[in-house]
């Protein structure tokens, strides 16, 4: 069977060490998902666990502030990494046999060996399945373009204005913000798909989460331990809205 240049993508929740027993309580929780043991020289990695289907959120302590990156699965990774390097990505440093790389716009992503045939299984709960990378806008189309090419999907244009998206059937989803700020690094937060928003939110905050915005279509929250991510109005079934914007 091929598989797409970025054949499966896993999502990597980096939370300062110091708080990372609250947020992977938190996360575990949210999710529904299990912590794995630990692993890695001094246990810095789990990943937490879905009752059925592949695991793709995995949690790691850093001695930073909180943030994200990924790891992209391919079936062929020196092929990958050259290909990342043809479309302007650069190699941060290796960590064991992994090449960790930035994007053009300086977002941190890691090259790792595709296991198996992942397919994303979704019950129509609540489901973390998208990161949105939030790109300044001097590097937008550098970045987008990066992006599509280096995952073989396309690009589409987002349900609101400043927004592009980059789905696959069956995989975690990619969307893409357009921030109001020219310069400055790419970053990118986590999205879960909720059919009932306000309840989820609700939820949230009393499992300890902070609600910082509300917007027509999502609401922002951070997590303990400092993951800023959103909640969003998208069928847990589809991935997509559920209404008119």
């Known amino acids: 069977m091929s598989h797409s240049p970025a054949a499966w993508i896993q999502i990597f929740l980096d939370t300062p060490a110091a708080e990372f027993e609250d947020a992977v309580a938190f996360w575990s929780a949210v999710t529904g998902w299990l912590p794995s043991a630990r692993r890695g020289e001094d246990g810095q990695f789990l990943t937490l666990l879905p009752p059925a289907g592949p695991a793709y959120v995995r949690m790691q302590a ?5 943030g994200i990156h990924l790891d992209l699965d391919s079936a062929d990774r020196p092929a990958s990494i050259d290909r990342a390097r043809s479309l302007g990505a650069t190699t941060a440093w290796t960590y064991h046999d992994v090449e960790v790389m930035r994007s053009p716009g300086g977002f941190t992503f890691c090259q790792t ?14 489901i973390l399945d998208q990161v949105c990378l939030d790109v300044p806008s001097g590097a937008w189309d550098v970045e987008t373009a990066f992006w599509r090419d280096l995952t073989g999907r396309d690009l589409q244009q987002g ?40 309840a989820d939110v609700r ?29 969003t109005d998208r069928d847990p079934l589809t991935g997509t809205v559920t209404r008119p914007v």
């Open 159 to 198: 349900s609101v204005p400043g927004f592009a998206r980059l789905v696959e059937d069956g995989r975690p989803r990619i969307l893409l913000q357009r921030l109001e700020e020219a310069d400055g690094p790419v970053r990118a937060h986590p999205d879960l798909a909720s059919a009932d928003r306000a």
């Open 203 to 231: 939820r949230h905050v009393a499992l300890g989460a902070t609600l910082r915005a509300e917007h027509a279509l999502w609401s922002v929250l951070t997590a303990p331990g400092g993951q800023v991510y959103c909640l």
């Open 62 to 66: 850093v001695d930073r502030s909180a």
């Open 113 to 126: 060996l595709l296991e198996g045939e992942p397919t994303l299984l979704r019950d129509g709960s609540t």
